[in-house]
């Protein structure tokens, strides 16, 4: 079944909840993005996903990636669809105007990445890893380095790649062992094997630009000693054109569990000759513009195969006709009902549903604060937004791959045994959406970033930011009749994510144990406080934009139904999440290494 | 990374926890089932998972099995396994003596299938369905029918199906069209087609017993008029020797996610000869001796990858050496700790290992009411067995298959992209657990068996049994005071249950929809209340056996704080599970068909 864009959907988060078009206009560098503009590009991008790239998503994992002697061939369609896809400038979307890319909001780029890993999340990453490694290049790099790479990358015909990772060095990147040795020119010599490389060799760019981590001889131990190459697979002249071939080499591709039309490369560099980006030594601090932008990619694509498991399951659902409705026949002249009359059906397709709203919603949530952390004219706004977004980013990255993840089980156990035959692409799914759980940061070290690091370690800061646009909303609401249905709950969860907050921040210093004892459930319990803070703005939208329609009324009158299921069958968790923090770190940590 | 099965736990749940001995001296038919039996038993049972099964695991994976003009061909490997299990007697174990079965009790097969699904889920399913058949055929089978298939299927040279699904009828059997034509000799002539029949067809015995569902022309219309016949893939003489093929074809097999080596067959039945099994229009009610056994091996497969992806998780996280303990270094020579001093790691294996304990409890403790409702000489006692089965086993089957998966995607997660790549096994687990969840009847259906079938339309009869049996439980331990500190948790959560199910039961005469709306968070809170029922006995028993020895106190003391681990951090969940139920229908009802 070919995926649909649901731009109504998105529509009504960008125009109604979050009001796009009148907060692009207090930024000079999106001022001109309007509602018209956005709705063109969304629905282009529709196209393409529904078009060009999910008729070679099953196809592209049946087949896979292939590998001999260096090289990676991706699956049939895919070098065809590349052309295209970098023909219709999507590559340079969100590019610098300066070098050629289009200066698009964040805003507009994650709904339109939700699309395209929805329609095939394999051919996503190659162009996901291209924008990730020229944000960073476009951030710290030279203008030399700029000028070279960056107007190619804009237009897709190079590509990008991050190489963090090596066999013995995962989450813990001090230990990296790859090194850099300084060579003529202002280039360096690098060495060292990389696993894991997304897109690290493949037929689809004429050339493939990596971002290497490695570590100058002599350099300090651990994280403060890592710096940031950029390595081209094809060196490059100094008027633009290629050149000799570098000396990095995919040594073979993994045989993994999902994403098979997506390389995931083992590389070697052997002197492989490479430029510094940013300064020496300041290497993983470069990366973080990136990990932020590329982290939220991750949530996304968990919203965007939930979003493609329950329009599949939705309409199996509509046409299955299995068993009566409990109440009696609702299609007397037939053998059985649909599927979707049973309580049990739907529980899980709401489960869905309503998840990937609040997910989808909470990605615009942290990609506008990611654009006004960068394209804000005023500076405290600037850094108002850049606090909230360092505590979203994990939480969004962690919460919406789990949900995502789980929205994709729930979409195959509605088909049952047909879920699970390969024909209706659902277990596809499930094994697509399984890898956003895991890479760029495991959703424990996610968890941990967010409990550890930018919560317990300042304190609370960038908590009571959050907490205060949460308050604003509450005090703007607390007069409203028509909201009172809905927010007592949101009241509720939000006093006690506070509660376990200051908890976990007094039990942490007595024990450093208790932080990684809670962060887990708490970065749970702060997703699920996320979704309801989305669902109670979705849900006043809702309100007002059916007092105003006429035809639509039913669609606002659904969402608001689907905020209720939410808050009654999915917020309890916080009950139990609740508890779980409290419990603390003693009968996790009493246990010897023995006794496991 | 072989198998290893985990004795020690096993014997510690059989032997003390559960006193199999004792209990089995109570009926003559197990009356010789030792605790020194057992222990052989075992013992052997876990050198065939480890070192004849486990080994042909993944490549039986990576091979599949591959069709053929109607064969299909096992993975390599596969059939010398197989002559050497059935070599081994394995087939036969809990066969009918008088017919050349071993007679041994659902208790110690239970444990044994646990470890042949752990070691290889492909390969456990040949045989599962075998023994289902069997059993099947043995208790409604006429005379003449068992002699000439039972011997040759307890020696697995002959193996056995269940033929239900059809393409239009999966969990709503009264619409199959598969039809039973009378012919000569009190033989039928069956026609129609079936899917998703597991070992449907394969190179592993010398012939194939199938059981099939199918209609007489003018049975009643639904459930009630269908019949069950064995149709035998070769037609055999009346000497029991090997006669003509049957009219019975494989069409093809499913591309599926998992269980790859387990062929799942298309079945083309055109005028096959049949014989009728136990009355006509009687099938259903024929196949649910069957179908507590089958399902009980469901969560037993459940547990049994759960098992396998612990003890790898376990050994990576034991290895692995990334970051250091919150509290400072514990392996100050080395340059960074092994990730088991991490809470959240510790969590994650904490949560996969007290599941895998409980679940195995629950399995066994439905396993011993199964024996006792068949061989107990008390009628009384066997009727009420008998009706704690029919309540035990859906919850059984669901909750151990889900907890069992998550348990899977959890080792996974552990792993890290390790878990993702094929190498360690763990991805594969993940996709061979997840259709536990989907075949024998889904999960929501089982939930629905229990909330409706077994618990609202009967007042609660069986329900009110498995009370008692905790209220005794609590009433045995009142003054115990090692139980003090776990018993008030064990009291809340059956006291929510209680409070729930007459809730529903109430609800449920104004609203029919009540039932299933409530039936899925009610069948996981009945799993948890089991689960916590079972960690008590184990903590009492545990306490008992510390106090007793002296060289194995550890072991005991290990028990006692993964108990702790669960009422702190995994019984919780109790409260959202009886929030949701009480949140009703209505949230979930009042959605319209567009408003999905």
């Known amino acids: ?114 699309m395209f890993f929805s329609a095939n999340t394999s051919f996503c990453l190659y162009t996901v890893l291209t924008t990730g490694a020229a944000l960073t290049i476009n951030e710290c790099a030279s203008e ?42 202002d280039s360096y010599h690098i060495s060292g094997t990389k696993i894991f490389i997304t897109a690290g060799e493949h037929d689809l760019s004429e050339n493939i630009v990596h971002l290497v981590l490695a570590k100058l001889p002599g350099a300090p131990a651990g994280p403060r000693g890592i710096s940031l190459f950029l390595v081209p697979k094809i060196l490059v002249n100094e008027d633009g054109s290629l050149g000799t071939r570098n000396n990095v080499v995919c040594g073979s591709i993994e045989n993994k569990m999902g994403i098979k039309a997506s390389a995931t490369c083992v590389l070697h560099f052997q002197e492989a000759t490479g430029f510094l980006i940013g300064e020496l030594n300041n290497g993983l601090s470069n990366l973080f513009t990136m990990m932020n932008y590329e982290r939220l990619s991750m949530g996304l694509q968990g919203n965007g195969l939930a979003e493609s498991s329950y329009q599949i399951a939705l309409e199996y659902a509509s046409e299955r006709l299995q068993g009566r409705a409990a109440k009696g026949p609702q299609l007397v002249d037939k053998e059985a009902d649909p599927i979707l009359v049973h309580p049990d059906v739907r529980r899980m397709l709401l489960t869905m549903k309503v998840n990937i709203i609040a997910g989808r919603a909470l990605s615009l949530y942290s990609s506008f604060h990611l654009d006004i952390s960068r394209l804000h004219p005023d ?12 505590l979203l ?80 909303f509450l005090a703007s609401q607390k007069d409203n009749i028509d909201m009172k249905p809905y927010l007592a709950k949101f009241f509720e969860v939000k006093l006690l994510l506070v509660e376990t907050t200051k908890l976990v921040i007094e039990k942490s210093s ?55 299921f939410f808050l009654d069958k999915l917020l309890p968790k916080s009950l139990s999440l609740g508890e779980e923090i409290k419990a603390g770190a003693d009968s996790l940590m009493s246990v010897t290494a023995d006794q496991f």
């Not at 988060?13 to 956005?38: G, I, K, Q």
């Open 379 to 390: 500076e405290h706004v600037r850094e108002r937004s850049k606090k909230l977004v360092s």
């Open 510 to 564: 007595n024990n450093p144990d208790e932080v990684g004892a809670a962060s887990y459930p708490y970065m749970e319990l702060m997703g699920l406080t996320l979704y309801c803070f989305m669902w109670q703005r979705i849900i006043l939208s809702a309100i007002e934009s059916k007092k105003r329609s006429t035809d639509t009324q039913d669609y606002y009158d659904g969402l608001i139904k689907n905020g209720r």
């Open 144 to 185: 030399k380095l700029k000028k070279i790479y960056l107007p190619k990358m804009y237009q897709g015909i190079w590509s990008g790649t991050m190489c963090l990772t090596e066999s013995h060095a995962g989450t813990d990147l001090g230990m990296i062992n790859t090194k850099a040795v300084p060579s003529e020119k």
């Open 1 to 114: 079944m070919a995926y649909n864009a649901p731009l109504k959907d998105m529509q009504f988060l960008l125009n109604e909840v979050f009001t796009a078009e009148s907060m692009f206009s207090t930024m000079p560098a999106t001022n001109e993005v309007t509602e018209d503009l956005m709705t063109a590009i969304l629905e282009e991008a529709g196209k393409i996903a529904g078009k060009l790239l999910s008729p070679i998503n099953q196809t592209g994992d049946k087949e896979g990636c292939s590998y001999r002697d260096g090289l990676v061939i991706t699956p049939k369609g895919f070098r065809e669809a590349y052309a295209d896809y970098i023909e219709g400038g999507w590559s340079g979307l969100t590019g610098e105007p300066s070098y050629g890319g289009q200066g698009m909001p964040k805003v507009i780029s994650a709904l339109i990445e939700e």
């Open 393 to 472: 980013v994990p939480v969004q990255k962690a919460y919406c791959s789990d949900r995502g993840f789980e929205a994709c089980v729930l979409g195959q156990q509605v088909l049952g045994g047909h879920g699970y035959a390969a024909e209706w692409g659902l277990e596809q799914n499930v094994r697509d959406a399984r890898i956003a759980q895991i890479y760029e940061g495991a959703n424990g070290i996610q968890a941990l970033d967010l409990m550890g690091r930018k919560t317990v370690r300042t304190g609370g800061e960038q908590f009571n930011l959050l907490m205060k646009e949460m308050e604003e």
